[in-house]
């Protein structure tokens, strides 16, 4: 074989009293493409900014080439072609799609800026993802999974020899992540060599050549062939057997709890979207990207203006005018982007617990010792790691899922909707979050989930929305759902 | 997860200090700058004196406390120094010109610092004008209003029951300014910390899509900040009517920086979400500490100003320095 | 009793006319072996109240007291008093309380012989300009008091447009004047209360580039105004006996606390300056 | 993928007025006050009143270039009217007093200016203190410094060659300093649009952190861009000097304001990352025509107050509105 591209040996990192990293070690070779799992928390994004100059390392050498390599900033590691694809979005908003993609090395002519050239290569880069958006418009307003298509045409504009991707699927559908593996695999056959984040198992087996496990900052297994079974890798990550992801669903009650009637959006975004939710059932609700899904439910939640159509709750139409219209009737939201919509980060978990149920603390006093059996019940009863004193930035993404999940449950609401509520979650928190999902329709709640996992709706839903372009195309009893018809629907 | 634990109680440990919120550096850089002035001037450490700075800093006091609030929940008030000259001139006017009681020209004066943060907050609610324009341009428009109703020229002379409101040492020891100032002190750093609207401010200033999505109504709550800051501007120019005799429509110029500067020293950030009433009260003194230790130190005035700003950058550089090492 | 430090609470440095008074009253005190502590408002009221206090923690034994806003003038005397310290009000005074003596410039007087001048060069008509002090103080008043004596006595003298200042600063007298010839273009006559006015309002004049002449006079005699004066920048002024002030100020304090009677107004000339006359006060202050 | 072509394209079409970069509201409100004066006053609408507007906005415009670069970066600069005295009362005491050649000291000057901009510059990237207070704490300084140059006096009486740069109109049309400014305004938009320099700054604004990790050297940016700003701010200060004939250390008090409400009314976000100079000339427009026009409409000083802070909330909420329709 040839020589790795990049070693790394006896890498460890530390925050404080903290070791997230420990005497990891790793060789990526050309043209391979390594798959890096772990759970939430394990040290993944860590080891790649160590990698990518966004961070240093607290102890260990790294090897480019063949060369010592010690990148001091970003810009060193770039230039040498180590190019990461963050886990976050790393984009201006307020800049173009094509500033964007150049961000920081804008091709020059005669000393300034050359437009036209950028726009040009940022528009190729875009196509090469099937993704046509003019390369001039301001990045702000697309959404989620486009940016991330942009984040990622960012990296490719870039002349790799080492491309990290960090959990770059976790906002994209289908049909988007096939674009993007169809570039991974280009990359590969031209020998870039290739690290791999996912929390979505069934890509590893697609996409990646050899698995590396981290767990705890520790690497802990390695296995050669990506055909392992998923389960045996699962098991090494988490560290213990699995037994299984999804719960058994209950059987829905009678009486319909929410009642949307030709629901359509103030922007048009969706349009004459009728259903309902009956006591105990969970809706799932599918669709390609910006198939008008996010608009819907927000619309339900009452965070979006609707033009036209009705939502009634227990036989009683409502107007929302406002989310704390909703929320006083009993719907509460998870949205889609926990760290913008659903978590004040920089506060505390019990803070934030506390923000969700003011209006119940209204006309009194909230005492510490308030907060403190507020976040006790929430840590307790949806098994948190974490304390209600810490920072909600500074629990793994698993968690803070949990507690915006948990910040609405102390209501106990008649309608949940969770917005793509596995986004970015290991396979061993997903299965904590779905048991809440499960055991909210055992309670009686109505439940929603919106997912771009296919999986995850197929597993958790008694029956399925497909939404097309903003309209719907159809719901799916659970006996007749699979990838097969709702891809059908979906793509109407 | 031992060693997540250590961590923790690491954290837990500066808690204690949690009242401050970020504080700490200044309420060393306070201390700090006491005890060298004790050292320095036989004057400082005199209850007198203590008194004597309650009272300079009763006016400061009262308007940082509603701009701990707007700047809380992300904001900014430029208008602040205006609206007590208009709320000066206003009972000034209704007291000594109009010949109302004061009982009742206070009151409206009140009402019109009110009304004045209403448009504020309605300006930067509904039509969306950045806080700082809104604020700024209600700071010139206060202003002109100010002067236009005595035509520039100041009023003089109010009852004596109300300027001993200022004088009057009770039980020997705090003027009834002072008093009210303190009370309001407690009153909000009550308010925010254990009520729900306080906290909402905080979750506002956090994050405001956060907050509205949590069913709180950002728009009320921004439009009450506002007011309620007005209405504290306002009754600082009482205050300092009561103080100074008289009242004059150019009182208060500039006081919107010293305001800030107070909020801003005493840990609240600027980007809204973190701070509160105890560091404001810190900030305040530090300005009032080192104002009244200057001079009692005979420092030349042009002198003062550089101290002045060498003291702020090192009472808030403190913050970080203590934060990088812990 | 006997004085051993002074209080000296100045309106606002910035003014070279007070600066001038405060380095009077410093070289007056230090000959007599007196401690002088000075504090400067900055035009601010309020800061004046706060600094007199700190003054009188100090136990100084006599103010001089420059007031720095119109109103607020009679807490700090009041205050003093409280405290058995006798004050000395320069330049300004305030009615409620007034100091034990009040120093001033004869202001009515002065500023009519300003005003009679540069009416009578403008050749006794003409539309004139006030550009005033700090609205309500005492030489605000005076002056304007003065001078609309001089204007009532001449019928072909218009005053167009009266603004006033809040620091009688140089920059306050450029952009006052340049609004005002934006306004009305065809004025002839300014009375500036201040030398620095007066100086902003020439350099105003003169980037305005007017067709006609305007005759420009101040009051103070600054001490770069009367360079500039020499040169022609602006007319007349009215020289005030900074020196004179400053060195009797000390002088009353000390009588005062000595328990001496002294006048509750002294009132002192200021003596009309034209480039006539202008180079024996460039060189010996008064 | 149709639908959603036809929903990003939408976008598209309203950046055909992109070079103003959120400030057609203001742009808009430009044009309705001058054609408005223009109507109202046969004084307005003639080649003099045009050149004496421009004069009359050479120091706010020279200052508001220097601004709006902070501000683009997510910062602000409260020392700028300091700066600017500081600058002037060095300018005249190495040339008045110390007998120094004018040409030798202005760059010392500018020169002294551009230290003022590195301390902040420092202070805010390697003390991360917040810019409003490093900045205020440099406002206080270099005003304390700038008097004492001189113990607070004035420096009158400049060489005439230098006086006439204000004064002389080359080609009857413009003086020395507005083409300066001119020059500085056209330099400015060419370097923030055309340069990679000047696409960094809008980088840092947007997100310090994506910037950082794009290899953006974010730390020499934003001491660059408080260097810039205070040369500026220095340079304004010749600029006035040369207007005055005379420097005095209280001049460019509360410019600070000014200057920041130029370039918000010109559309540049306070938040950074958006905005630009054309939309920051509009807005220096806008106060230089909105106080040229008031005067000449004879409208008494204090109502001036009243009405410009009523037209600068509108000028501002115009935006809001416009695009809340489209
Ligand atoms: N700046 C920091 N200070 C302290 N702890 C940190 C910091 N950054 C990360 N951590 C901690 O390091 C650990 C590893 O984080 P990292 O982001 O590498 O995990 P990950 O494997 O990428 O997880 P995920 O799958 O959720 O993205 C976590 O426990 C995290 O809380
Ligand atoms: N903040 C926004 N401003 C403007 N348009 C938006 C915004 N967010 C999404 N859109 C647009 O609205 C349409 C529907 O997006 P939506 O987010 O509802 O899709 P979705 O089906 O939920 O997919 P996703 O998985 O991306 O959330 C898309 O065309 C998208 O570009
Ligand atoms: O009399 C003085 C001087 O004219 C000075 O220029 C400013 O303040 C006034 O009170
Ligand atoms: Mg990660
Ligand atoms: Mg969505």
Redesign the interface.
């Known amino acids: 074989m040839t020589d790795p591209v990049l070693s790394l040996r006896g890498i460890s990192k530390r925050y404080g009293p903290l070791e997230v990293l420990k005497n990891v070690s790793l060789d990526v070779y050309p043209g391979e493409v390594v798959a890096l799992l772990g759970e939430n928390g394990a040290g993944k994004s860590t080891l790649s900014g160590i990698i990518a100059g966004s961070r240093t390392p607290s102890e260990g050498t790294m090897t480019w080439q063949g060369q010592p390599y010690a990148p001091a900033s970003p810009r060193e590691a770039i230039d040498k072609g180590v190019v990461l694809i963050h886990q976050e979005l790393q984009l201006l908003p307020e800049l173009t799609i094509a500033e964007n993609v150049f961000i920081g090395r804008w091709p020059m002519k005669n000393g300034v800026v050359d437009r036209a050239e950028m726009i040009k290569r940022a528009q190729e880069q875009l196509s090469r993802l099937n993704l046509h958006v003019p390369a001039t418009r301001k990045v702000a307003g697309l959404s989620t999974a486009n940016q991330q298509l942009i984040e990622i045409a960012k990296a490719l504009a870039l002349d790799a020899k080492l491309l990290i991707l960090d959990e770059p699927t976790a906002a994209l559908g289908g049909a988007e992540t096939e674009a993007l593996f169809e570039q991974v695999r280009k990359l590969r056959s031209e020998g870039v060599g290739i690290i791999y984040i996912s929390h979505r198992m069934e890509e590893i087996k697609q996409i990646t050549d050899r698995v590396v496990v981290l767990r705890d900052g520790e690497r802990v297994q390695e296995f050669a062939d990506s055909a392992t079974p998923v389960r045996t890798i699962v098991e090494s990550m988490v560290g213990r057997p699995l037994d299984r992801l999804f719960p058994a669903l209950p059987v829905p009650r009678q009486q319909p709890v929410l009642e949307v009637d030709g629901l359509t959006a103030a922007d048009g975004t969706f349009r004459d979207v009728t259903f309902e939710v009956r006591a105990g059932e969970i809706l799932g609700i599918a669709g390609l990207v910006g198939a008008g899904r996010t608009e819907l439910v927000r619309a339900i939640a009452g965070a979006d203006p609707v033009r036209s159509g009705t939502v009634r709750l227990n036989g009683e139409g409502l107007t929302l005018r406002s989310p704390a219209d909703a929320i006083a009737k009993g719907i509460v939201m998870v949205p889609e982007d926990r760290k913008l919509q659903g978590l004040v980060v920089s506060h505390r978990i019990g803070e934030n617990l506390v923000y969700a149920n003011l209006d119940r603390f209204g006309g009194r006093w909230i005492t510490p010792s308030m907060k403190r059996d507020l976040a006790r019940k929430a840590i307790s009863t949806f098994g948190i790691k974490g304390r209600g004193e810490q920072l909600a930035s500074d629990l793994s993404g698993g968690n803070q899922q949990k507690i915006v999940i948990a910040k609405w449950l102390m209501r106990d609401p008649k309608v949940v909707v969770l917005d793509e509520p596995t986004r970015g979650i290991d396979v061993g928190a997903r299965a904590g979050i779905y048991d809440i999902i499960v055991g909210l329709a055992k309670k009686g709640v109505a439940v929603i989930v919106v997912s771009s996992d296919l999986e995850e709706v197929l597993g958790v839903s008694n029956r399925i929305l497909v939404l097309a372009q903003g309209k719907q195309a159809g719901i799916l009893d659970r006996e007749q759902a699979n990838d097969v018809s709702v891809m059908e629907l979906a793509t109407i | ?1 031992s ?2 634990d ?3 109680q ?3 440990s500066r ?1 204690l200090l949690g009242w401050l919120s970020g504080a700490t550096g200044p309420l060393i850089g306070l201390l700090m700058l006491s005890v060298f002035l004790s050292v320095a001037t036989d ?1 400082f450490l ?1 209850v ?2 203590a008194l ?1 700075i309650l ?2 800093i009763t ?1 400061l006091g009262v308007m940082s406390v509603g701009m701990t609030f707007v700047i809380l929940i992300g904001g900014i008030d ?1 208008s602040v120094g205006s609206v007590l000259a208009l709320s000066m001139m206003i009972m000034g006017w209704l007291g000594n010109i109009a010949g109302l009681p004061m009982a009742v020209a206070i009151p409206l004066a009140l009402l019109v610092s009110a009304v004045s943060g209403l448009i504020v907050g309605v ?1 930067v609610t509904r ?4 806080a ?3 604020t ?6 206060a ?3 100010a ?2 109703i005595t ?7 109010f009852p004596d029951w109300f300027t001993m409101l200022a004088i009057d040492r009770h039980f020997g020891v705090l003027t009834a300014t002072v008093f009210l100032m303190l009370a309001i002190v407690v009153l909000a750093w009550l308010f925010l910390k ?3 609207e306080g ?2 401010l ?2 506002v200033g ?2 405001p ?9 950002v728009g009320l709550v921004t439009i009450g900040v506002y007011v309620l800051c007005a209405v504290l501007a306002g009754l600082a120019g009482i205050v ?1 009517a009561a ?6 429509p ?2 208060g ?2 006081y919107e ?1 010293d305001t ?2 107070a909020v ?2 005493g840990g609240t ?2 980007s809204g ?2 701070g509160g009433i105890g560091g404001t009260l810190i900030g305040v003194l530090i300005i009032g500490v080192l ?2 230790g200057l ?2 130190l ?1 420092v ?11 003291v ?2 090192l009472a ?2 403190a913050e ?2 203590r934060r990088k090492k812990a | 009793q006997e004085v051993k430090k002074l209080g000296l609470a100045v309106a606002n440095l910035q003014a070279n006319f007070f600066n001038q008074i405060k380095q009077a009253v410093e070289a007056e005190a230090k000959t007599r072996g007196i401690e002088v502590i000075t504090v400067d408002a900055k035009g601010d009221g309020p800061t004046q109240v706060n600094q007199i206090q700190d003054l009188l923690t100090q136990d100084i034994d006599a103010l001089i007291y420059i007031p720095a806003g119109a109103a607020a003038a009679s807490v700090p005397v009041k205050l003093a008093h409280q405290s058995d310290v006798p004050v000395i009000n320069v330049d300004r005074n305030a009615d409620g309380a007034p100091g034990d003596t009040f120093l001033a410039t004869d202001s009515v007087a002065s500023a009519n012989a300003v005003c009679k001048h540069i009416i009578e060069k403008a050749g006794g008509k003409g539309n004139m300009v006030i550009i005033h002090g700090q609205k309500g103080t005492t030489p605000e008043v005076d002056r304007t008091k003065g001078c609309m004596d001089a204007v009532n006595a001449n019928p072909g003298v218009k005053v167009v447009a009266e603004q006033w200042s809040n620091m009688w600063s140089q920059d306050e007298g450029f952009q006052i004047m340049q609004n005002m010839l934006q306004a009305n273009p065809d004025v002839s006559i300014v009375f500036a209360q201040a030398d620095g006015l007066a100086l902003g309002a020439a350099q105003a004049i003169k980037v305005g580039n007017p067709s006609q002449k305007i005759v420009v006079g101040g009051f103070d005699g600054d001490t770069a105004a009367l360079e500039a004066l020499k040169d022609g920048v602006f007319d007349v002024t009215a020289t005030q006996q900074t020196q004179k002030m400053g060195r009797t100020a000390v002088d009353m304090a000390v009588k005062i606390v000595a328990g001496e009677k002294v006048e509750p107004v002294q009132l002192m000339d200021a003596t009309l300056t034209t480039k006539d006359n202008v180079d024996g006060f460039i060189a010996n202050h008064p």
């Open positions: 997860m060693a997540l250590v961590n923790e690491g954290r837990q808690n004057r005199s007198r004196n004597n009272d300079q006016v430029l300006l039509l969306r004008v950045p700082f324009i809104a700024l341009a209600m700071m010139s428009v202003r002109g209003v002067n236009m035509d520039g020229q100041q009023i003089v002379g254990y009520r729900s906290r909402m905080y979750a956090g994050n899509e956060v907050a509205r999505l949590a069913g709180i109504n300092l103080r100074l005799d008289a009242v004059q150019s009182s110029f500039g920086l800030i500067a801003v020293i950030s600027l979400g973190a104002r009244n001079n009692l005979n030349s005035p042009f002198l003062q100003q550089v101290i002045i700003g060498v702020i950058v808030v550089g970080t320095l």
